[in-house]
């Protein structure tokens, strides 16, 4: 039972991860496409929908973290995606003042070549139960480069973003009103972009070890 139990999880897994691999796969092919044809103003409109799936289908791996599908902490799963969810849906979509800025190529190429190598590397261990070599060696490498470009494109948009919310005070609370409760959605961003400040170089040095360590198993093995 055990047995099954086991192969069920492999499969809804890798299943999972080839499906989110083709979310990610269409973001960059359409990113470039349109890039070499249109330029990066159009950027945006090509990808919005496969970008909007991929990103979103991610909080399945928050509930995988948390029922014990998968080893990930959820501690350092939880930040990362809200941060892109954040960018998705409450900048981006939210705004479409940002949707014509370069900083939207930048970061849609950075997700996309990221997600494509971490999406086909966790799909291929759970359908084969390895990854080659040079797969993992990407898997553990490449954000090096990509971390920071896209970390500092999100902390761009955000910024970018900033007169747009306070100008128009989307998803802002004002009182009086019956919950005698207030909200304002531009300070809460400016909040978290100054999350970034102590938060990017902590993910980039968790990466950086989980790196050692990956590699180093490998050699060992």
């Not at 496409?33 to 929908?49: I, N, Q, W």
């Not at 900048?91 to 014509?100: A, D, G, I, M, R």
Request: glycine share 6%; net charge positive.
């Amino acid at each position: 039972m055990a047995g099954v139990g086991s192969a069920l999880r492999r499969l809804y897994l890798s299943v999972y991860n080839w499906v989110v691999f083709f979310g990610w796969a269409q973001v960059l092919y359409y990113a470039v496409l349109t890039l070499r044809l249109s330029g990066h103003k159009a950027v945006y409109a090509a990808v919005e929908r496969p970008l909007q799936f991929a990103q979103t289908a991610a909080i399945m791996e928050i509930v995988h973290g948390l029922v014990g599908l998968v080893r990930s902490p959820v501690s350092a799963t939880l930040p990362q995606i809200g941060s892109r969810l954040f960018l998705t849906w409450g900048v981006l979509w939210s705004f479409p003042e940002t949707q014509s800025h370069l900083l939207v190529t930048t970061l849609v190429i950075s997700w996309s070549i990221t997600e494509i190598i971490r999406y086909s590397f966790f799909g291929t261990k759970e359908a084969f139960g390895f990854a080659p070599s040079w797969l993992l060696w990407l898997r553990y490498s490449t954000f090096m480069l990509l971390y920071p470009t896209g970390i500092s494109s999100e902390v761009g948009l955000i910024y970018i973003a900033l007169p747009y919310m306070k100008a128009s005070e989307k998803y802002c609370i004002r009182m009086p009103n019956k919950w005698n409760f207030s909200y304002d959605y531009f300070y809460s961003s400016v909040l978290a972009l100054l999350i970034y400040v102590p938060g990017s170089p902590h993910m980039y040095r968790y990466m950086l070890s989980q790196r050692k360590k990956a590699l180093s198993k490998a050699k060992a093995a």
